[in-house]
């Protein structure tokens, strides 16, 4: 097993086949595609693609589930601020009366346009982070020759997350070991005893940052002067190559998204209207 | 020779602290030496280290009196970034000197600074990947693998640099008594493969003093105690000072003040135990000539 940003992909995952670029690469441009798709039935559609990628590349599917409950808060967000707190709209057609709040049909259909255009771009996400490790993305980003300060600060902020959560922990258990525990008691008691933890976390991730300049400064790294201008030999992109078939995936996914366009914009083929699903939500609700 | 380091008179003071963290020290350390530095917590062990390698001044707040000379050059004349290539550091804790996300990324940071071709990177990773038992940790996250691996990832990373100074303070100080037995082996070969000068500041005497050609002992930020290893551990007040040789040197320190050993003290295992068969070889003489 390799472990991920998100979790762990057996070794054996056909994913490990492509080049990290390609996989940054998918995850800019394959993310915007719902944005020039309205009808959600082929957002939706997007989305079990997806879905069948990450089986396909092996990730194990139970860790999707916990994705379930943000969906659904997502979800119950978006279809409560475009409906009952929508506001009133004369021109728009009520197709029910919810406690005095007219629901519109105009405003539920742009919820779901919304929450299935998220939905795959989420998914995307999901997939890039599930397939790649810390190492994958600065070598996708190094590989396009994006500036090291740029990747070295990306890489960092990764790796600062994971240590700030390492330091979280190690402050819970040395207070709860002196007896201030916030287990079981209201929310408004641990969101107001919540300080108890910031403080000490605020106070080591200064400690921290003044060691991780040491141990820069102390490798000889420099962000000016002439040690900064030394060309940098980039020797982690040793490791990688580009094959045929990730310059294949490269050309496929950019004739997707140029398809995607000409179909989108020149010929408006995912456009509301013509939308079987929405015609059928419609003709149901009226 | 010239001395690689030269200390002349140098005071430093921390802004918040009443007392000065070092006063008036003076040193000089030569190129190739082997220098063990120690004393109490707060003795300015830590802080002697960070000005040998210009993070005292560069990265800290503080009044500074005196030189730290560095291969004929003060340290605050090198340029941002030069002086660590000539000094590396490794520090007490292994976590907070990490700067990658593989172990292998973590060693070829510094070779990147240096801007090294991929080709020497190459071979000076497996040099050092190879005196360090690094193998099979490449590929892990610097921060998944265990206290020892981690320092002796620290340990390699400076290596791989080829600086011409070592400092490092207490990287042992963290670790198992096998791990820290792992990381006196990776210093034993470079002692005796390498031409580096090493400065160390180590609490466990027993395994730095086989390795050191002085010692220096630092208490509230003054020398007071400065001498060849084998000198420096002859003084019987050693103990009175805070200082705790190995058992083996106390012993002997022992039987010496009781008028049963004249000699000179060992300082390893084996001169101990080679001057103890001698004594007691020639109490057998001893006794057999007077037939006991």
């Not at chain 1, 009952?84 to 005095?100: C, I, M, P, T």
């Not at chain 1, 300049?213 to 002067?225: D, K, P, Q």
């Not at chain 2, 605050?76 to 290539?85: F, S």
């Amino acid at each position: 097993m390799n472990k991920t940003l998100l979790g762990y992909v057996p070794k054996e995952s056909p994913i490990y086949e492509v080049h990290p670029f390609v996989k940054l690469f998918f995850l800019l441009v394959v993310s915007l595609f719902p944005l020039f798709v309205a009808a959600p039935e082929w957002n939706f559609g997007l989305l079990v693609f997806l879905l069948l990628l990450m089986f396909l590349c092996r990730i194990d599917m139970r860790t999707l589930r916990i994705y379930v409950p943000v969906a659904i808060s997502m979800g119950s967000i978006i279809l409560l601020s475009y409906t009952v707190l929508g506001g009133r709209h004369a021109e728009f057609q009520v197709v029910a009366n919810v406690f005095g709040f007219p629901i519109y049909w105009e405003r539920l259909r742009d919820a779901l346009v919304v929450y299935f255009r998220i939905l795959p771009m989420i998914a995307t996400m999901v997939f890039f982070l599930s397939t790649s490790r810390e190492r994958d993305v600065i070598v996708a980003m190094r590989s396009i020759k994006m500036p090291f300060v740029v990747t070295y600060v990306f890489a960092m902020a990764l790796r600062s997350a994971g240590m700030v959560l390492e330091d979280f922990h190690i402050v819970r258990q040395a207070e709860q070991a002196r007896g201030f525990d916030t287990t079981g008691k209201s929310l408004a008691y641990k969101i107001r005893k919540y300080v108890m933890y910031m403080i000490p976390l605020f106070a080591l991730s200064l400690r921290r940052a003044e060691e991780f300049t040491n141990a820069l400064v102390a490798r000889g790294y420099s962000f000016t002067g002439k040690a900064a201008k030394i060309k940098r030999a980039d020797y982690v992109l040793t490791h990688y190559s580009y094959k045929i078939h990730d310059y294949i995936l490269i050309l496929l996914i950019t004739a997707a998204f140029g398809v995607l366009l000409y179909l989108s914009l020149g010929l408006g083929f995912f456009e509301l209207d013509k939308s079987q699903f929405i015609q059928w939500l419609h003709q149901i609700l009226s | 020779m010239e001395p690689i380091i030269q200390i002349v008179n140098y005071s430093w003071k921390y802004p918040d602290s009443e007392n000065p963290a070092l006063n008036g020290v003076n040193l000089q350390i030569m190129p190739g030496e082997f220098v063990g530095i120690i004393g109490p917590n707060g003795a300015g062990k830590t802080t002697l280290a960070l000005s040998m390698n210009g993070l005292i001044p560069g990265q800290y707040h503080g009044i500074k009196q005196g030189e730290v000379f560095v291969l004929g050059k003060e340290v605050e004349e090198y340029p941002k970034g030069e002086l660590q290539m000539h000094v590396g550091m490794v520090f007490s804790d292994p976590e907070a000197q990490f700067t990658a996300m593989t172990v292998e990324d973590e060693l070829v940071f510094g070779l990147e600074n240096l801007g090294l071709s991929r080709n020497d990177i190459k071979e000076r990773l497996e040099w050092v990947v190879q005196l360090t038992d690094l193998q099979r940790l490449l590929n892990k996250p610097p921060y998944e693998i265990s206290g020892g691996q981690k320092q002796r990832v620290a340990l390699a990373a400076v290596l791989a640099m080829k600086p011409q100074v070592m400092v490092l303070d207490e990287p042992t100080s963290m670790l198992d008594p096998l791990s820290r037995k792992r990381i006196f082996q990776v210093l034993r070969q470079l002692r005796e493969t390498q031409q580096h000068t090493i400065i160390m500041i180590e609490h466990s005497l027993e395994n730095l003093t086989p390795l050191t050609d002085r010692m220096i002992l630092l208490s509230e930020g003054n020398v007071v105690l400065h001498a060849d290893t084998r000198s420096f551990f002859q003084d019987p007040t050693l103990v009175e000072r805070g200082v705790y040789p190995s058992e083996v040197i106390q012993y002997f320190h022992q039987i010496k003040k009781r008028g049963w050993y004249e000699d000179e003290i060992p300082i390893t295992l084996d001169e101990a135990i080679e001057v103890q068969e001698k004594l007691l070889a020639s109490l057998k003489v001893f006794n057999d000539r007077k037939g006991l």
